[in-house]
């Protein structure tokens, strides 16, 4: 069992949608990150959070410590948000979820 | 414009050749880290330096090497040991331990 999950693997939408994509973690962190691979390959840090709910325009990312799981929301949605999503767990080290890929249609 | 940067996009290598991948930051960041990406994998750890002259191994160090003689370079040298170095590699750099990491560009090393 890997010690990050990201549901679901792929995610098709309409644009305009609200997309929820998850995490489930089995290991102790001090920090979850999200993170942003487009098609060219580079890599975006979106949020990084250790409690409660972050914020940035259309995206909120929210943590359950107790419960081991993150979500990532994006409100609104459009095709450029079409892109792999990853999620991360640790501290100096960190480990990786597979990635959720995105694709929003017009 | 600060960020990091990783020369070059691709690489094309002959197998049994060494291959040095480049990762520069003017974040001033201390902490550097090297990442290797295969299809359907989340990214791993190869290498990682925490200040300058000082690097630990990762999870997947076997057949790379690495050297911190300068803050803003994280040189990682693909070796011949390594028995499957075609991958994407991501280089990233932080402030330190537990602060957001920035990620270069990367690099598509195909080794045939």
């Known amino acids: 069992k890997n010690e990050v999950e990201q549901s679901p693997q792929n995610l098709t939408a309409q644009e305009g949608e609200f997309i929820t994509i998850n995490c489930s973690y089995s290991?102790?962190?001090?920090?979850l990150h999200w993170l942003q691979q487009h098609p060219g390959g580079g890599i975006v840090s979106l949020f990084m959070?250790?409690?409660g709910k972050k914020k940035h325009g259309r995206l909120i990312a929210t943590i359950n410590i107790q419960e081991k799981h993150s979500s990532l929301h994006i409100t609104a949605s459009h095709p450029r948000d079409s892109a792999v999503y990853i999620c991360?767990?640790?501290?100096?080290?960190?480990?990786f979820g597979t990635g959720t890929r995105l694709t929003i249609i017009p | 414009d600060g960020g990091i940067t990783q020369s070059p996009k691709y690489l094309f290598r002959k197998e049994g050749q060494n291959v040095t991948l480049s990762c520069e930051q003017n974040?001033?960041?201390?902490?550097m880290y090297w990442y290797r990406q295969d299809p359907g994998q989340g990214l791993r750890l190869i290498y990682y330096?925490?200040?300058?002259?000082?690097?630990q191994k990762g999870d997947i160090a076997e057949g790379y090497s690495v050297s911190r003689e300068k803050k803003e370079s994280f040189p990682l040298t693909v070796t011949s040991a390594q028995k499957n170095p075609t991958a994407f590699y991501l280089c990233?750099?932080?402030?330190?331990?537990?602060?957001?990491?920035?990620f270069g560009p990367g690099t598509r090393l195909t080794v045939t």
């Open positions: 990233a750099s932080s402030q330190g331990q537990g602060t957001e990491q920035y």
């Open positions: 330096s925490q200040i300058v002259n000082d690097f």
């Open positions: 991360a767990v640790g501290y100096e080290k960190l480990t």
């Open positions: 290991v102790g962190i001090s920090a």
């Open positions: 959070l250790s409690s």
């Open positions: 974040l001033n960041h201390d902490a």
